[in-house]
Structures are given as C-alpha cells and as structure tokens.
C-alpha cells in the first residue's frame, strides 16, 4: 500500500498564511455562502412570510402557492440581492478572516502553544471572524427582511437600503 508522491508544480498553490492564501479562503466563503444562500432565496421568503403572517401562509407549500397566485413566479426571487450580497461578504468574513484570525493568534502565542492550544485558539479564530462576517451581514439581511415581509416595499435594494439608512 504504497503512499503516492503529491506533486505540486510551480503555480498551483500558494504559501499558508500568504495574501493569495487568504484570497482564495475568502474566495471560497464567497461562493459557498453566497451561491447557496441566494439559491435557497425563495424558501427562505416563503419561512420569513410564515413567522410574520402565519395565518395568510399557513405553511411552506400554502406559502408557495399564495406568493405565485398574487406576484407571479418572480415574486419568489424577491429578496435575491441583499442576499446575495449579505451572504458572500459574511463568508468572505468566515472563511477569509477566520484563517487571517487563526494565523495572527497563533504567531501571537507560539508555535508550540498554538499547537498545544489549538482547538482554543481555532474558537477563538472562529468567533472573532463570525463577529466581524456577521456585522457585514446585517444591513443586507435587515434589507431582504423589509423586502419580503413589509407590504408596499421595494423589491430593490438600491431602493430599500437608502431608506433604511435615512430611518
């Protein structure tokens, strides 16, 4: 049971901890959390027009059903763009700073204790990077929210995030 050889040829990867390295971290949160979560946009206005009119969409396909007979098939996209870009800068902020977190604190303290002390310092890493991808998050989501649930509201963020500013 031989061990293949990995070979890596010149311009296939990148050096941990170096600024490409955190791109690509950052890059990959971008497409995981934005691709995914702009994917699941219908669902997620059906979900949010349940908790805030629960006796009008008595449940998902009841939800479905009501938003397509009053607004048409593309009424289920309403909400796309905060959430789109509400969900690739928080997992730019995830996936990007988390690493950039996991490798300043682990110069800060050493290599030994980084080792000795990882799962701690991985946490640590972890929730200071949710902190900061979170704040990035939240003016897009308080935007998709009053997009899909607040009746009369624009369907357009260049509209909807203005307003919610000036407020």
């Known amino acids: ?19 490409k390295f955190f791109a690509l971290c950052g890059l990959g949160g971008v497409l995981s959390c934005g691709v995914t979560h702009t994917a699941l946009t219908p669902l997620d206005l059906v979900k949010c027009r349940i908790q805030v009119n629960p006796t009008k969409y008595k449940g998902i396909g009841s939800g479905f059903k009501v938003t397509v007979a009053e607004e048409g098939m593309r009424g289920l996209g309403r909400g796309w763009a905060p959430t789109a870009f509400g969900y690739s800068l928080q997992g730019l902020g995830k996936f990007g700073l988390y690493e950039v977190f996991k490798k300043v604190y682990a110069d800060a303290i050493g290599e030994e204790a980084a080792f000795q002390w990882r799962t701690s310092l991985y946490l640590a890493a972890s929730a200071s990077a949710e902190f900061f991808a979170d ?33």
């Open 135 to 167: 704040i990035a998050l939240c003016p897009f989501e308080a935007c998709k929210v009053r997009s899909q649930t607040q009746p009369g509201a624009s369907p357009l963020l260049r509209v909807i995030m203005p307003g919610i500013w000036k407020s």
């Open 1 to 19: 049971m031989g061990g293949g050889n990995l070979v890596i040829l010149p311009g296939d990867s990148c050096a941990y901890g170096s600024p």
